[in-house]
């Protein structure tokens, strides 16, 4: 490991997974030296971020790119999203969302975490004022009224020195810890089982969610003609699933997709992911802020953790832009990002669990009441609009970086 260049920081970052490295990437758009600090490199097979998944960016996200003028690069790496296809096993209505009827050239984009981490990890580098410390973690932090001091362990140990600290180190975020704020978490008693595979009839530029008994399964278009999926199974279920062979497991997807894309085949490598629903207390402590899912992890149902996290990027973008310079960090500054984070963020939270709760069930009320809530997408004028905009993630008051406005 490079030795810390520097000991202190305007912005000191936790976690340089997707959003820790776009922060750092929006905040060089402002006269500011920030530093980094990732606990695994990204060519290791482990890195957590950077996986295997595929993960699909609304609109939002994608007009974020577009003024990080990254854009050009994560869209020659995706798939655009024409329409959304959502249908629920053991019925037969389905409804659909199209790009067109919204207005817009695509609902929304479909990247491998891998391409995306490389496009954000190299642009990361190339900054002068980025400084990226990574093997290394943040091991402990003391906050006082006029900054964050954390000691950070790489190849030596160093204290560093900010007055805003920001965590994006994910669900399991040690520095949440370190700063008292507790997380409530609670198991889906899920599992998420990713992959990718050809389909028979090629599943083009739609989007498939299918609500079935075991969870919901979605397939994605990806680059070069394949589907990603996610399969939603019981836990208790996951080894099972995955002790399977490739005929076996592409068997049971079928069964649960069933004919609309033909016969499914040459399926990839098989990941897996349990499933927990993580709200946090507080999203500040003294001269420190949580981003990203250190702040909030949802159920991957609407594919709305990474986007939701974008949004967390961009307003505490504008929080800081906003702020003079001695303000940066101040209670004031992070107060005012805490207030407007809340709604979008309990909003989310309550919008994938209620899908979860509502689509997961077997009983006959439920199934009554999802079968009403169908027929409303479908009839119902506004539903489905209102139902896009969030997937696009265009509710509620935006962001300068949101609606594609670079902060300078
Ligand atoms: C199966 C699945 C599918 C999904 N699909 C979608 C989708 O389609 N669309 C969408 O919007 N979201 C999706 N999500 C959610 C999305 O993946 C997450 O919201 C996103 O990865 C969160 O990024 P993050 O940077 O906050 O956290 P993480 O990705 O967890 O990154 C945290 C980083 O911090 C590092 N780190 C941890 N501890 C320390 C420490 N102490 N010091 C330094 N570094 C540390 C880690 O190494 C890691 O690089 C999906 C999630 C799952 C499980």
Redesign the pocket.
């Known amino acids: 490991m490079k030795e810390i260049p520097e000991t202190r920081y305007d912005v000191l970052i936790?976690?340089?997974?997707?959003?820790?490295t776009s922060l750092a990437l929006a905040l060089s758009q402002l006269d500011l030296r920030i530093a980094v600090?990732?606990?695994?490199a990204r060519e290791a097979s482990l890195?957590?971020?950077f996986d295997d998944?595929s993960?699909?960016l609304s609109r939002s996200t994608q007009r974020m790119f577009e003024a990080l003028g990254l854009w050009p690069k994560v869209a020659a790496a995706s798939t655009p999203i024409r329409r959304i296809h959502v249908s629920d096993k053991g019925r037969f209505g389905f409804s659909r969302i199209d790009a067109e009827e919204q207005g817009v050239e695509a609902l929304g984009y479909v990247v491998f975490n891998r391409v995306l981490g490389g496009v954000l990890q190299k642009a990361v580098l190339e900054h002068e004022s980025i400084d990226v410390i990574c093997p290394a973690?943040?091991v402990g932090v003391t906050c006082s009224d006029a900054e964050a001091v954390a000691v950070v362990e790489g190849a030596e140990r160093t204290e560093v020195r900010t007055p805003l600290l920001v965590a994006?180190?994910?669900?399991n975020?040690?520095?949440r810890d370190m700063l008292g704020i507790s997380a409530i978490q609670s198991r889906y008693g899920q599992t998420?089982i990713?992959g990718n595979l050809l389909t028979e009839i090629p599943i083009g530029n739609t989007a498939y969610e299918r609500f079935t008994g075991d969870g919901p399964l979605a397939f994605l278009p990806v680059n070069d003609g394949r589907a990603a999926f996610?399969r939603t199974a019981a836990d208790e279920d996951v080894e099972r699933i995955l002790a399977l062979d490739d005929a076996g497991f592409l068997h049971e997807l079928q069964e649960l997709f069933g004919n609309r894309l033909g016969q499914l085949s040459n399926l990839g490598e098989r990941a897996s992911?349990p499933l927990t629903l993580s709200r946090t207390m507080r999203l500040t402590a003294t001269r420190s802020v949580l981003v990203?899912?250190?702040a909030h992890g949802l159920h991957?149902v609407a594919?709305?953790?990474?986007?939701l996290?974008m949004r967390d990027v961009a307003a505490l973008c504008d929080c800081i832009a906003d702020a003079a310079r001695e303000e940066l960090g101040n209670k004031v500054m992070l107060d005012r990002y805490a207030a407007w984070r809340k709604s979008d963020q309990s909003k989310l939270v309550r919008f994938t669990d209620s899908l979860v709760g509502l689509f997961g069930s077997t009983r006959p009320p439920v199934r009554l009441l999802r079968n009403l809530g169908m027929l409303a997408f479908d009839l119902v004028p506004g539903v489905r609009e209102e139902f896009a905009r969030h997937t696009m993630g265009l509710a509620g008051r935006l962001p300068r970086l949101s609606r594609g406005v670079p902060l300078r």
Do not use: H
């Open positions: 936790a976690g340089g997974g997707m959003i820790g600090v990732e606990a695994v890195q957590p971020s998944r993960t699909a973690r943040i994006a180190d994910g669900a975020s040690s520095v998420a990713i996610i992911y990203g899912n250190a991957p594919a709305q953790g990474f986007n996290g």
